[in-house]
Nanobody, 121 residues
């Protein structure tokens, strides 16, 4: 699976953004998908995951209640709706495909190019 994230940008605290990840490859609909982020000087953080059917999701505590992951298998796209953004959400966001679960970061690989999200205070 090849992945390309988009939708990042500069937003004020409290604002919203929706990230998209376009996937190519015949097996997209069979893969759990996820979003990760990495801020400068910090380790990559697993933000959210979703099953191939979209029926189950995972969220990191840091984004629970503010972010929402979804997917449209007909469009080979996974989304991350980000609301109530905070400066600490500033990072490069990446999507990835899982070889297994939707909740274990270690299962994810096939990284795509990231998209920068910057939240100003």
């Amino acid at each position: 699976v090849q992945l390309q994230a988009s939708g990042g940008g500069l937003v004020q605290t409290g604002g919203s953004l929706r990230l998209s990840c376009a996937a190519s490859g015949r097996t997209f609909s069979r893969n759990s998908m996820g979003w990760f982020r990495q801020a400068p000087g910090k380790e990559r953080e697993f933000v959210s995951g979703i099953t191939w059917s979209g029926s189950r999701t995972y969220y990191a505590d840091s984004v629970k209640g503010r972010f929402s992951i979804s997917r449209d298998n007909a469009k080979n796209t996974v989304y991350l709706q980000m609301n109530s953004l905070k400066p600490e959400d500033t990072a490069v966001y990446y999507c990835a495909a899982s070889r297994g679960s939707w909740y274990d970061a270690a299962d994810f690989g096939s990284w795509g190019q990231g998209t920068q999200v910057t939240v100003s205070s």
